[in-house]
């Protein structure tokens, strides 16, 4: 059964700190993603990657397949970053949808 | 509109009422998803649609009953719900392209209550 962990559950930050988002997983597989879900439900893709690393802006992702593990780190941590953060991957055949992790739930404080 | 557009964004019930969720993707995707949110829980994928016709269905209870007249449109319908149904309700759409799943877009979603 392919298993999606995140850590932290919920994280605290002050405004202007680096922020490390962890995801691990039990499969292969063919790619991960990182969603972002603000108050009141509406999910927003971040990034979808299979190896290596990606930046848009104050956000990087990297992934690591050997260890099967990716994080997502946020620089300069603004209160608009709050929000759920949520990793999902899809298993190596490519012909499932997605996994999805129960989310970290991140509060950045002015 | 542009995206994935869900209505209504919030939709309070009876046990005993029926009532649908609508979806609608303006991005020419061919796979359309219902998830389910409830709290403290991941997002649970109900049911897959590609090319209007079903290709998952992860045990879902009968009283949701999933309709795709055509790929730019699904519904949910809803009849005697449980209380424990209250969540958000979470439309997506992706290009499936040679049997593979692309990134998917989500619609802001609709919050049902259910009395």
Same mark, same amino acid.
């Given at each position: 059964?392919?298993?999606?962990?995140?850590?932290?559950?919920?994280?605290?930050?002050?405004?202007?700190?680096?922020?490390?988002?962890?995801?691990?997983?039990?499969?292969?597989?063919?790619?991960?993603?990182?969603?972002?879900?603000?108050?009141?439900?509406?999910?927003?893709?971040?990034?979808?990657?299979?190896?290596?690393?990606?930046?848009?802006?104050?956000?990087?992702?990297?992934?690591?397949?050997?260890?099967?593990?990716?994080?997502?780190?946020?620089?300069?941590?603004?209160?608009?970053?709050?929000?759920?953060?949520?990793?999902?991957?899809?298993?190596?055949?490519?012909n499932t949808p997605l996994v999805f992790g129960?989310?970290?739930?991140?509060?950045?404080?002015? | 509109?542009?995206?994935?557009?869900?209505?209504?964004?919030?939709?309070? &019930?009876? &046990?005993?009422?029926?009532?649908?969720?609508?979806?609608?993707?303006?991005?020419?995707?061919?796979?359309?998803?219902?998830?389910?949110?409830?709290?403290?829980?991941?997002?649970?994928? &109900?049911?897959?649609?590609?090319?209007?016709?079903?290709?998952?269905?992860?045990?879902?209870?009968?009283?949701?009953?999933?309709?795709?007249?055509?790929?730019?449109?699904?519904?949910?319908?809803?009849?005697?719900?449980?209380?424990?149904?209250?969540?958000?309700?979470?439309?997506?759409?992706?290009?499936?392209?040679?049997?593979?799943?692309?990134e998917q877009f989500f619609g802001p979603g609709?919050?049902?209550?259910?009395?």
């Open positions: 059964k392919n298993e999606v962990e995140q850590s932290p559950q919920n994280l605290t930050a002050q405004e202007g700190e680096f922020i490390t988002i962890n995801c691990s997983y039990s499969v292969g597989i063919s790619a991960l993603h990182w969603l972002q879900q603000h108050p009141g439900g509406g999910i927003v893709s971040l990034f979808m990657l299979s190896s290596g690393k990606k930046k848009h802006g104050r956000l990087i992702a990297t992934i690591n397949i050997q260890e099967k593990h990716s994080s997502l780190h946020i620089t300069a941590s603004h209160p608009r970053d709050s929000a759920v953060y949520i990793c999902a991957v899809r298993a190596i055949s490519g129960k989310g970290t739930r991140l509060s950045v404080i002015a | 509109e542009t995206g994935v557009t869900q209505t209504p964004r919030h939709l309070v &019930m009876g &046990m005993t009422n029926k009532k649908s969720l609508k979806c609608e993707q303006h991005l020419g995707h061919n796979a359309m998803y219902w998830y389910k949110q409830s709290a403290k829980k991941p997002l649970e994928l &109900m049911f897959v649609y590609n090319f209007k016709e079903q290709t998952e269905n992860n045990s879902v209870p009968s009283r949701f009953s999933p309709e795709c007249p055509n790929s730019s449109h699904l519904f949910l319908h809803l009849h005697t719900l449980q209380p424990e149904d209250s969540a958000l309700y979470l439309c997506a759409s992706s290009q499936v392209s040679s049997g593979l799943y692309n609709t919050r049902l209550t259910v009395l």
